[in-house]
């Protein structure tokens, strides 16, 4: 079943003048974009400030202007922002999906069939998405459904900022949304109204013929896209200078030893076009145009630059279970999404050892289990042990990481296993420098034989004002049966500004 994302930019001009400005939609003021509607000079985007005081799109300029004589009016620029939003929608495709269109004026369209394990499911997908919008400076809503249609509909008129419709739950999802959210004209969804219909789901089981003799064919055909119905094709994107090789085939193929031959010979010709740049892929993705006017894709990304046909062969046939050929694929187009320099290297000789090759490994590992699943960690400068390691791609050199620091202080010794966060733990103790007798950890009390501490820890009041008098006090314990902890206090045990003086539980030693 298809599965498709819907990016809305509600301030998309507003939004894109001020990244370029550099400044919060605030900072001098309301702000509005003026443009023409025929003869009238309308409003056509209203920064949040502005919309508080009840300017909306749509409203004539002079009147918005009454209502705020100091409100900053900057031109229209209809072909700025399609040039920006289509540049956006490009950064998107290399990060998650092969499918990104634009859904213009104020919107970006995603077909995410397939895609979700690479970024750990469809929550966390859309959910890093969101993310990534918001460091950007831009004002997002995202909806997932299994239509396009309906994943427009939501994203500009459901409820929430972030909406996920599970499979075939689209009817649901719909019935309360407005007419306007099937993409109807103004005049249509009025006309509508005139006869009693006020949302999708007033629509959904009436009877088509009269329908579709007052209202012609649009109505029902809105209807059925956002049902999922009819499929509604999404035409990808394509940057220029992207190394892609394009396959037709003069009847379907559907059967996986067919497809995986022909995968094979368009990697042999993408990884000449390749050689001839002197480049190699990061990322593939394998497009296949099925005859029901459905696309089928395979993405898989890779830790280094490549160019090696057997290795990128075998990672995209790995792939084949996932595709669903339907009646026969007609079209097959091979895309090297991301691609880097890659210079030719002297092969190594029988008097040299060659240094071990794990790259191999880890494009299968992520691409079976995606790329969140393989990392490793790089020492960063901090004495808060949460923050002194950061993950970094498995090849990747740290950037991040201190020169100064190797690894953790070790002057005190360190857990081989610190939780994703400190866990609360009850416990009895003199304070405050005295390690407690026993604690109680998840249902367990345990009894501390021995401990040795405290070692304290200041918080880094240079990030954070709220850590300028915090500090933690950890203790090594040991209990009856011999296993040991790393826990802490949170303060001094003396100066309630320091910390709440709870006990924590923060690592397991060996």
Same mark, same amino acid.
């Given at each position: 079943?298809?599965? %498709?994302?819907?990016?809305?930019?509600?301030?998309?001009?507003?939004?894109?003048?001020?990244?370029?400005?550099?400044?919060?939609?605030?900072?001098?003021?309301?702000?509005?974009?003026?443009?023409?509607? #025929?003869?009238?000079?309308?409003?056509?985007?209203?920064?949040?400030?502005?919309?508080?005081?009840?300017?909306?799109?749509?409203?004539?300029?002079?009147?918005?202007?009454?209502?705020?004589?100091?409100?900053?009016?900057?031109?229209?620029?209809?072909?700025?922002?399609?040039?920006?939003?289509?540049?956006?929608?490009?950064?998107?495709?290399?990060?998650?999906?092969?499918?990104?269109?634009?859904?213009?004026?104020?919107?970006?369209?995603?077909?995410?069939?397939?895609?979700?394990?690479?970024?750990?499911?469809?929550?966390?997908?859309?959910?890093?998405?969101?993310?990534?919008?918001?460091?950007?400076?831009?004002?997002?809503?995202?909806?997932?459904?299994?239509?396009?249609?309906?994943?427009?509909?939501?994203?500009?008129?459901?409820?929430?900022?972030?909406?996920?419709?599970?499979?075939?739950?689209?009817?649901?999802?719909?019935?309360?949304?407005?007419?306007?959210?099937?993409?109807?004209?103004?005049?249509?969804?009025?006309?509508?109204?005139?006869?009693?219909?006020?949302?999708?789901?007033?629509?959904?089981?009436?009877?088509?013929?009269?329908?579709?003799?007052?209202?012609?064919?649009?109505?029902?055909?809105?209807?059925?896209?956002?049902?999922?119905?009819?499929?509604?094709?999404?035409?990808?994107?394509?940057?220029?200078?992207?190394?892609?090789?394009?396959?037709?085939?003069?009847?379907?193929?559907?059967?996986?030893?067919?497809?995986?031959?022909?995968?094979?010979?368009?990697? %042999?010709?993408?990884?000449?076009?390749?050689?001839?740049?002197?480049?190699?892929?990061?990322?593939?993705?394998?497009?296949?145009?099925?005859?029901?006017?459905?696309?089928?894709?395979?993405?898989?990304?890779?830790?280094?630059?490549?160019?090696?046909?057997?290795?990128?062969?075998?990672?995209?046939?790995?792939?084949? %279970?996932?595709?669903?050929?339907?009646?026969?694929?007609?079209?097959?187009?091979?895309?090297?999404?991301?691609?880097?320099?890659?210079?030719?290297?002297?092969?190594?000789?029988?008097?040299?050892?060659?240094?071990?090759?794990?790259?191999?490994?880890?494009?299968?590992?992520?691409?079976?289990?995606?790329?969140?699943?393989?990392?490793?960690?790089?020492?960063?400068?901090?004495?808060?042990?949460?923050?002194?390691?950061?993950?970094?791609?498995? !090849?990747?050199?740290?950037?991040?990481?201190?020169?100064? !620091?190797?690894?953790?202080?070790?002057?005190?010794?360190?857990?081989?296993?610190?939780?994703?966060?400190?866990?609360?733990?009850?416990?009895?103790?003199?304070?405050?420098?005295?390690?407690?007798?026993?604690?109680?950890?998840?249902?367990?009390?345990?009894? %501390?034989?021995?401990?040795?501490?405290?070692?304290?820890?200041?918080?880094?009041?240079?990030?954070?004002?709220?850590?300028?008098?915090?500090?933690?006090?950890?203790?090594?314990?040991?209990?009856?049966?011999?296993?040991?902890?790393?826990?802490?206090?949170?303060?001094? #045990?003396?100066?309630?500004?320091?910390?709440?003086?709870?006990?924590?539980?923060?690592?397991?030693?060996?």
């Amino acid at each position: 079943m298809a599965r %498709v994302i819907s990016v809305f930019l509600p301030l998309w001009p507003i939004d894109r003048r001020q990244r370029q400005a550099g400044s919060a939609p605030s900072a001098e003021g309301p702000l509005i974009i003026a443009g023409r509607a #025929g003869s009238r000079r309308v409003v056509t985007a209203a920064c949040p400030a502005a919309q508080d005081l009840g300017l909306r799109p749509g409203m004539a300029v002079a009147r918005a202007q009454a209502l705020m004589p100091d409100l900053r009016i900057e031109p229209d620029d209809a072909a700025a922002d399609a040039q920006t939003l289509e540049r956006l929608a490009l950064w998107l495709l290399q990060r998650v999906a092969p499918i990104v269109a634009v859904d213009p004026p104020d919107g970006i369209v995603i077909d995410s069939t397939g895609a979700d394990h690479l970024h750990g499911g469809e929550a966390a997908m859309l959910e890093a998405l969101a993310g990534k919008l918001v460091l950007s400076g831009i004002t997002a809503r995202l909806a997932i459904a299994d239509s396009w249609g309906a994943a427009h509909g939501l994203a500009r008129w459901g409820a929430e900022t972030v909406t996920i419709v599970a499979p075939g739950g689209s009817d649901a999802a719909l019935a309360p949304l407005p007419l306007e959210a099937l993409r109807l004209p103004a005049a249509m969804a009025a006309g509508l109204r005139v006869l009693g219909f006020t949302s999708i789901g007033d629509l959904i089981d009436q009877p088509r013929a009269p329908l579709t003799r007052r209202f012609g064919d649009l109505l029902c055909r809105r209807l059925d896209q956002a049902r999922g119905f009819v499929f509604e094709p999404i035409a990808p994107l394509r940057p220029e200078g992207l190394i892609e090789i394009r396959r037709a085939f003069a009847e379907p193929i559907a059967a996986p030893e067919t497809i995986a031959r022909y995968i094979g010979k368009l990697v %042999v010709r993408l990884c000449e076009a390749l050689a001839a740049k002197g480049l190699g892929a990061r990322r593939l993705d394998l497009l296949c145009a099925r005859i029901d006017n459905r696309t089928e894709t395979l993405r898989v990304g890779l830790a280094i630059p490549q160019r090696d046909p057997a290795r990128l062969t075998r990672l995209l046939c790995d792939r084949i %279970v996932t595709l669903d050929p339907g009646l026969g694929i007609e079209i097959m187009t091979l895309t090297a999404t991301i691609a880097e320099p890659l210079a030719p290297r002297q092969a190594s000789t029988l008097l040299d050892e060659a240094a071990p090759d794990l790259s191999g490994l880890i494009d299968t590992l992520s691409n079976r289990l995606g790329p969140r699943a393989v990392f490793r960690f790089a020492p960063v400068a901090s004495e808060v042990p949460e923050r002194a390691t950061i993950r970094i791609p498995p !090849l990747a050199e740290p950037a991040h990481a201190s020169p100064d !620091l190797g690894a953790w202080p070790d002057h005190w010794p360190r857990p081989a296993r610190l939780l994703p966060r400190p866990e609360p733990i009850e416990t009895m103790a003199l304070l405050p420098d005295h390690p407690p007798r026993w604690i109680l950890w998840r249902g367990i009390r345990r009894h %501390v034989q021995c401990a040795d501490g405290p070692e304290r820890i200041f918080g880094e009041w240079w990030k954070r004002d709220a850590e300028a008098q915090a500090v933690r006090d950890y203790f090594r314990i040991e209990d009856e049966t011999g296993a040991r902890y790393w826990i802490f206090r949170q303060g001094d #045990g003396e100066d309630w500004a320091t910390g709440s003086h709870r006990w924590f539980l923060h690592g397991v030693f060996g």
